[in-house]
Each structure stands twice: as structure tokens, then as C-alpha cells.
């Protein structure tokens, strides 16, 4: 899906450094999401945004923040709390349900970046 | 919150053969079951999804059938070949709050 851009592709963090991961999508969908990937582990929410200006905790939030200020932007920022940042972050976005024209019942499929792979020098 | 366990986690068919993976889920109010392929390196990408007003959707070698009372949900490919082989993962939503739970996965070898 050529609409969702995640920079950059590597990126290495220094011990006590935060480091922000990149997410711009221009497919207009409203809910955007971040995905942290580790081996054996599927993939597991960080965080997510069904509006702009407003984002949730997922399972694994502790250690990472982000923001949502335009439609087309969801960038993550892995601070040093995170203690073991190494893993294969995956960004995503949907049309949300609650979109307007649209009525519930209607979860509509992510679509994902090429995903960034963090590792710590 | 939904709890998604997707097996088996390696399999490996002889080109031509069907490949079955099977997913299961906790939460009742969970609604919509999409199925993505992730090549090595690569994003995942929507193969098929499923809603839950119904049991069973195909799309060419690709079918994915729904049990709502036993709360699970299969992928099937029939006729496979070598560009199968992918990492598949399963997941579940519901309208609330518009989360998606992911499985673990399933490495999908397919050997020509």
C-alpha cells in the first residue's frame, strides 16, 4: 500500500535515548495505529488514534508516546523508559467505523507501512 | 480484552496440497476477522476477510470459514505454490473502540 510512508526503514538508539519513528499516510483514513512485532509474538498494539487530536494506550503503551495533530501524521517516539526497544515497529491505518456516512458494524481492514526496525547500539 | 491463539505456528505442505490455519477467539462481541499475508521484510497485506453475519467467504484458491457459537475461524488454500509461502497472520475486532487482536502467526513453507 504505497499511502502509508514509515521512516525510517533502520534506525539504531543509544542507551537513555528517545528516538521517534515516523508514520504519514495520505489514503485520508481517520484511525491510525502502532504495532510493535517480535519474533513468535504476532503483533501488539502500542497505540492508537481514531480522530485527530486524540490516541488510546493499546496492551504494550508503557515506554513509548505519540501524537496525532494532522489526519496524515501519527509519528512514535520510543523514550528510554522503553527497556527493550529492539523489534520491527509496524504503522497502520483504517477508515474508522464511526467516520462520517458510515454506520457500526463496519470495521474496515488496516493497511500497513513497510515498518521500521529499531535496534539498540 | 479479546484474546486471539492461532495455530500451528510452522507448517509446511507439498506444492499442490491444501494448507489449513486455525484461529480462535475469546470475546463474543468480536465481528470482524481479517486475514493478512507478510512476506519476509515485507508489510502484511490483506488477503481476505470475514464478516460475522456470515460463515464462509472464498476468493479464487482462498477461503476463510467462520464458527460464531465455537468462536473460531480457519483460513483455507487450496492448490498451494511456492508463493504461498508467507508468514499468515489472523486477527478479531469489534465495533467498540475499532482494536484489532492479532495471532501469533503461522509460517507457511510451501516445498516445490
Known amino acids: 500500500d504505497g499511502g502509508i510512508t514509515q521512516s525510517p526503514k533502520y534506525l539504531f538508539r543509544k542507551e537513555g535515548q528517545n528516538v521517534t519513528l515516523s508514520c504519514e499516510q495520505n489514503?485520508?483514513?481517520?484511525?491510525m495505529y502502532w504495532y510493535r512485532q517480535d519474533p513468535g509474538q504476532g503483533l501488539r498494539l502500542i497505540y492508537y488514534?481514531?480522530?485527530?487530536?486524540?490516541?488510546q494506550k493499546g496492551d504494550i503503551a508503557e515506554g513509548y508516546s505519540v501524537s496525532r495533530e494532522k489526519k496524515e501524521s501519527f509519528p512514535l517516539t520510543v523514550t528510554s523508559a522503553q527497556k527493550n526497544p529492539t523489534a520491527f515497529y509496524l504503522c497502520?491505518?483504517?477508515?474508522?467505523?464511526?467516520?462520517?456516512?458510515?454506520?457500526?458494524?463496519?470495521?474496515?481492514?488496516?493497511?500497513f507501512g513497510d515498518g521500521t526496525r529499531l535496534s539498540i547500539l | 480484552g479479546e484474546n486471539v491463539e492461532q495455530h500451528p505456528s510452522t507448517l509446511s505442505v507439498q506444492e499442490g496440497d491444501s494448507a489449513v490455519i486455525k484461529c480462535t477467539y475469546s470475546?463474543?462481541?468480536?465481528?470482524?476477522f481479517p486475514w493478512y499475508k507478510q512476506e519476509l521484510g515485507k508489510r502484511p497485506q490483506l488477503i481476505i476477510d470475514i464478516r460475522s453475519n456470515v460463515g464462509e467467504k472464498k476468493d479464487q484458491r482462498i477461503a476463510v470459514t467462520l464458527n460464531k457459537t465455537a468462536k473460531h475461524f480457519s483460513l483455507h488454500i487450496t492448490e498451494t505454490q511456492p508463493e504461498d509461502s508467507a508468514v499468515y497472520f489472523c486477527?478479531?475486532?469489534?465495533?467498540?473502540?475499532?482494536?484489532?487482536?492479532f495471532g501469533t502467526g503461522t509460517s507457511l513453507t510451501v516445498i516445490p
Open positions: 488514534s481514531q480522530i485527530v487530536n486524540d490516541f
Open positions: 497502520a491505518s483504517s477508515i474508522s467505523p464511526y467516520s462520517k456516512g458510515r454506520t457500526s458494524g463496519s470495521n474496515q481492514p488496516q493497511h
Open positions: 470475546d463474543s462481541a468480536s465481528n470482524y
Open positions: 489514503l485520508n483514513h481517520d484511525a
Open positions: 486477527a478479531a475486532s469489534k465495533d467498540t473502540g475499532n482494536q484489532f487482536y
